[in-house]
């Protein structure tokens, strides 16, 4: 069958793509849907036409997937994709992600890949979103972006935020709206406001980060008290600058307005200073799930040294140094470094040492003046580790590696070089560190053969 952009097809949604969408396929062709979850039998309109895959939209629903929720909320901005999937299916779907990751990209067919382990209470789980602002007939939006696009789905709060999120995201609408702030339009570069970051603590304390196109701020004073006025939980506001047109939500440049320098959370027994910039896990119970798994599977005895790269602000470090001999902690951004740095200090830990430079770089030096360790954590970023990092941990040599991912799909690559150099993978545990997303983290227990 010959297909064309504006066919009018109807099939079943078998499977997610990587960012959540629902696959159908026609003929063996694969046709990318949003707002489809497996199971649903669906009529669609072929809207784009790519060598290998189509993506089309949904005019109407058939017959409805046994396992999809309905009217449990809106789902049409890009941050809540499964939303709408039951969540005891969305766990099952994760646990697949990974073991099919493994078998294309590592050539596993055979490894315990355990059942996902997922959250009692799955919502209000996020400790830092980023709310994007626009405008829409004159009026100030904040809310995610459309899936697919830059265009802002207005919203009065999120599932996945603290409910003081969505009182303070009220407060900054309701400022906007009275001194008419103007919002960034990145198609003509032009406005004073992008984001709003909003961080919270176990306390339900918050930090607001006020993410502006320039120093520019107009009325930042009477935001500031309408916030602290309001809600007595705002003890931290920052300006960020942000004037790159394309770039990362936070620019290099913060400016306190008010409050504390930083936000104190915890993470199991330990607390950890937040700044502004830190790097923290979004959801801090199930953090504490992936670091006691990422533990027992390091299997850590009192004489252990172990290495810890992509250590961030020494969150995976502080909990290896409690039962080892010395942990080596190595991140390429400086101001985590400083913060890993009090983080040991804050919870007295005098065991643990912390390099600042690229892992690539920093791990084969400290290799090279003779430091060794017999163990290895990695928590890299979503592009995995680089070659040189996977290089230096053969040459190491060490009994244990553990790989904490947060894509299952760099990890597999990765995890198939340290196989063809003379390790096996034990046992994979995957952890739901986003409910209703397609993120899955996972914790991957390597030994020497």
């Given at each position: ?31 990318f ?86 959250m ?42 603290p ?45 607001v ?15 500031v ?15 960020n ?97 400083d ?43 979503r ?14 040599n ?12 760099t ?11 003379g390790?096996?993978?034990k046992?994979?545990?995957?952890v ?9 983290e ?8």
């Amino acid at each position: 069958m010959e297909l064309k952009v504006g066919d009018i097809l109807t099939g079943e949604i078998i499977d997610f793509t990587h960012e959540g969408n629902g696959i159908l396929k026609v003929d063996n062709f694969a046709i990318f849907v949003p707002n489809g979850v497996i199971g649903d039998k669906v009529e669609i309109k072929l809207t784009q036409l790519k060598k290998n895959f189509g993506l089309g939209a949904i005019l109407k629903y058939i017959e409805l997937s046994p396992d999809r929720i309905e009217n449990q909320i809106e789902s049409t901005s890009g941050e809540i994709p499964l939303v709408n999937y039951k969540y005891n299916k969305q766990l099952e779907w994760k646990k697949h992600k990974v073991t099919m990751d493994l078998l294309k990209f590592a050539g596993l067919s055979d490894v315990n890949v355990c059942d996902t382990i997922g959250m009692i209470l799955p919502y209000r789980y996020r400790n830092h979103t980023q709310i994007p602002v626009g405008s829409k007939n004159g009026d100030a939006i904040l809310g995610f972006y459309q899936k697919g696009s830059h265009d802002v789905v207005d919203m009065e709060g999120s599932i996945l935020q603290p409910e003081v999120a969505d009182k303070i995201l009220n407060v900054i609408r309701k400022w906007i709206n009275k001194y008419n702030i103007k919002p960034y339009d990145r198609r003509t570069n032009k406005g004073v406001l992008r984001h709003v970051g909003i961080r919270t603590n176990f306390k339900d304390e918050a930090m607001v980060i006020l993410v502006t196109a320039s120093e520019s701020l107009p009325n930042k004073k009477d935001l500031v008290g309408m916030l602290t006025t309001e809600i007595e939980n705002v003890v931290s506001i920052y300006q960020n600058i942000n004037n790159l047109k394309s770039a990362p939500t936070y620019g290099r440049k913060y400016i306190k307005l008010f409050g504390e320098d930083r936000l104190i959370d915890c993470l199991g027994n330990f607390e950890f200073y937040i700044s502004p910039n830190s790097f923290f896990q979004v959801n801090r119970t199930q953090a504490e799930v992936l670091y006691n798994k990422a533990l027992e599977y390091l299997d850590l005895q009192i004489d252990d040294e172990v290495f810890d790269i992509y250590c961030g602000i020494g969150t995976i470090s502080l909990f290896v140094a409690n039962k080892a001999k010395r942990v080596y902690g190595i991140e390429s951004v400086k101001a985590a470094i400083d913060d890993a740095k009090e983080n040991a200090i804050l919870n007295n830990i005098s065991n643990a040492e912390f390099i600042v430079g690229k892992a690539e770089e920093v791990f084969p030096e400290l290799m090279n003046k003779g430091i060794s360790g017999n163990k290895v954590v990695v928590d890299p970023p979503r592009k995995g580790c680089e070659k040189e990092v996977l290089e230096a941990i053969v040459k190491l040599n060490p009994e244990r590696v553990v790989y904490v991912s947060c894509n299952p799909t760099t990890m597999a690559r990765d995890v198939k070089y340290l196989l063809e150099n003379g390790y096996e993978v034990k046992e994979v545990q995957p952890v739901d560190m986003f409910p209703h997303t397609f993120h899955v983290e996972c914790v991957v227990l390597i030994e020497k053969e």
